[in-house]
């Protein structure tokens, strides 16, 4: 059977968390998707998204405040380099590199949030099913 | 000091020198060095050869020497640092001595990044400068770098190269001081298109009296096209090719760039004669030694004047 | 301080392949301050390993020690050393030697390349500055390392390779050391230095002259 | 799988922490008077530093630019005077900033006059820098008809003066009012006021290509009906910068009307000859503001104004907490705003230091010394300085320390850290979280 792929979002709280919006927000979450705040989206480490690929995410998002906007001036940035580099890192151990993106967005943009988050469960959707047939096969097999 | 290669007696003698250029084979067909050679043959002093320049693997610097000895062509050893340690080259120098080679022109050597194995692992255990003064110490005291005698000193004619046009220019004469002081006999140019700035350092080097302590021979590349010559200016470090010259080569026309390179060369060696302090010209026809004779005769250089050593 | 790399995960997995129980071993010095073996670095070695590893039962565990160059330092690790099949080695070359040495019935591999002595042009840059060749010249070249920062480690002024303060070997990433010594020393007023002819180098007191030591019989034991 | 957990221990507390009320305003022009008389209004002690003889600024030799009746000169006179007058300020002229350490609620500055070092220590700064004007004008290949709008002033005020300079006046002359973007007030309503001059004052045809004729100050509206009325030409410029070209007799400007163009025809292409053509100023960041930003820590945009366009930081705020900016040196020309910025700072510096109490959560983010590899990561990381290396008596680094006061809990230091001697202790998400969450 197919399933939903497994998707954790980091999200600031200062943008990613306020679009992802509440529990009592009239547009909810998709359940596949597990919201994790952070203070900034600069404290999210490169192990804490390995992590989560370890606990058995199929794709992460990171959800920080656009370029210039970020409470801590240089966060979005920072976290964007790590993202890049956990993106490399997976490519290496021959997984794809989309499994994994930082994504700018503002408190309001609600749409663009759930948007973004639609376009990455399509990115792994495809990967994770071919993945899981050739599970136990292969060790690598994962795209 | 009795002359040891007919390239010294005319420097000596106070005569305008020519050299040529040869670059090895990347094979063992000893017919591309006799081919090349034919050329060069009674066009100039003396060739130099050189020593798996650009860090391209050649046929030895020392062996075709030896074969340009046996066609009857005076060579100019090229010895680069970059890869022989001190031991390899006193002993290069003794076996070059030995098949009858008397000119060398002592190179730091390009880095083997821009060869076909830039994997390589390098040596420069010596430098240029410290190269020219282990010839010298060889020749003049019959003893090796470490201090140990030599059972029968090469006696070598020294050389040396000069780069007027890199970086940085003040400090450029004062290397070349450096180099003279070092046991430089002779000193061959990088390239030169650039008259104004040869003319300068020219001018610094006379402030320091070396035209006196050493003979500089000027650098001439004829320029085949206007794509040479914006790939020397752009990519070769120590060339540069003023605009006005690259503009020169684009007007001549289609089919006329060749022509006019050759006219260029035959003017800046024209200029060199004039120019004083300057000994000599040193004509590296890359892949077009069948040009030399041309050039030669066009600068009004033939012919060479036969020097008995 | 010693500079270091993290090598490609293909050759580390090549080395780990037949074993099980894995110790991922982060040093606390050099390769700490340069981010490539930390016990930051040493946790996402094995969080990696493992996504590389997910499907082969494998078990990965972390520590991280002072310094792993000193033997005392590894000592509180032999239990987890042996309980262990092998260990991968986040320290530099000395570490993963000091270990090896400790632990001779282990297999211990590196999981760094180690480059150079260097220092961080800005964060997370590093580059090359001593050469290590065991008889310093910076009080003559204006406090400049030639033999370090020149790509032909010359001694006596720049090739003809020197262009807008350059290197031609990589004009993009590197300076051209003789640039810097002249501009220092000029500004300095000790140009005159340069005219002085450096002798060929004594290289015996370097890695060419077979396996150095350094002995200071006053603190032996 | 395995697991490594992360030691967490709670333990964060508030804490009172005094803070120093006296606060340094750097800069003497508009902003910095206006700031430094608000805050003693609050009942704070204000040091006031000018790199200048006096204070005043750069509107006093600009106030022509501003001035449609000299009112900023003014406003600017009467704040210089109820500052000599106040008490609580204390006001160093030709005096710079050199060095600062420590963080809010107790800096220490360095403040170099008159060749001494003085020291000195305060809660708060405030940067109000102001901004200059480069007399560079964009290359038109044609200098001598090129001129910018304070040579126009120059000139104008000759032309007052002597009846003979009029009939030298150019007879066409073109005003361009466009910075990149930058709609002021002050630069519009400083056209208009010039163009209406050269009208009343010689009998030159004058056209203005504005961006926007900006109206919104008082008098505004009626200088641009006057400006119309005497005959004074305005283009308004829209997607197109003015193209300059020199002809035989003196200079040609192009600039696109679109008001003036026919629907699916002409496109509002306009040619003015003239033989004068008056350009605007770039305004910049003055050299001094620019190392005050090194030594202050601040960032800045990527034109080098003072404090970037950040929603979450209030326009006074910096990436510092404790550090203000007002007025020019954020690239603000018009009067109106700086004088709302310097309250807006003399507020905010009073939320900080109000009191001279400040409560501080402590403990929230927590160095492991033992694991400190004193590698400045952090200490480089950190976008609010609030990281410092302790130092023990003898003067060796130990570890890294958070300063709580400056801190703002944003983890940046804990996910930098590359030995793992950073926890963030509250408000941190766990590894088991990111489990449930899967």
Known sequence: MRREPRIVAFCCEHSGKLAAGDESSSAALPDNVGIISVPCSGSVQTIDILGAFRAGADGVAVFGCHEGSCKHVTGNKMVKKRVEYVARTLEEIGWNRER????PVAAVESKVFRDRLAELSENVRDRIHGYEKCLGKQSESAP | MKAVSRLQQILDDGGFAVTGELGPPKGCDVEVVRCKA??????????????N???????????????LLNLGIEPVMQMVCRDRNRIAIQSDILGAHGLGIRNILCLTGDHQHFGNHPQAKNVFDLDSIQLIQTVKTMRNEGKFVSGDDIEGAPNMFIGAAASPFSDPFEFRVRRLAKKVAAGAQFIQTQCVYDLDKFRKWMEMARDLGLHEKTHIMAGITPLKSVGMARYMKNNVAGVDVPDALIQRLRSAGKGKAAEEGIAIAIETIQEMKEMEGVHGAHIMAIEWEEKVPGIVERAGLLPRESVKN | MIVAERKPIAEIRQMLESHRKILVVGCGACVTVCMAGGEREAELMAATLDLVFRNDSKCFSVDCVERQCEPEFLDPLTGKVNANDCVLSMACGVGVQTMAAQFPHVPIYPGLNTHFMGRPLEQGLWSETCAGCGNCILYKTGGICPIARCSKSLLNGPCGGSVNG?????????????????????????LDLLDEIMPPKDWSDSAHGGVRRVVREDVML | MNHYSKTVNSGVRLERISVNKRVLVVGGGMAGLETALKLTRLGYEVTLLETAESPGGSILSLSSLYGLSGESDLLVQSRIEAIKQNPAVRVLTGARLVGVTGTVGDFRVEIEQAGQTIENRCGAIVVATGLEFGEELPGTGSPEKTISHKELERRLVDLQQSETNRSRMPSNICLIVEDEGVDSAMFSASALKNAL??????????????????VAGSGLEELYREARSEGVVIFRLEDMRPQVRETRTGLAVTVKDSSAAAPGGWQGLIEIECDLLVLPERATVPADGVSLQHLLNVSCDSDGWFQENNVWAKPVESNRRGIFFAGGCRGNFDVEDILAEAKGAALEVHNLLRHGKRLVPVGRVAVDASKCAVCLTCLRSCPHDAIEILVDDKGHNKAARIIDIACEACGICVAQCPANAIQMLADQFRDQDVAVSV
């Open chain 2, 38 to 51: 034919e050329h060069l043959k009674g066009m100039v002093d003396a060739v130099n050869v050189t020593d």
């Open chain 3, 166 to 190: 350059r290197c031609e070997v990589d004009p993009d990433n590197i300076e051209c050391a003789w640039q810097l010594i002249y501009d220092r020393m000029k500004e300095a007023g000790t």
């Open chain 2, 53 to 67: 320049q650009t860090a391209v693997v050649r046929m030895s610097s020392i062996a075709t020497c030896a074969i």
């Open chain 1, 100 to 103: 994994v993106a930082f994504f």
């Open chain 4, 197 to 214: 001059a050269i009208k009343r004052l010689s009998k030159s045809s004058v056209f203005v290509c504005c961006d926007n004729v900006n």
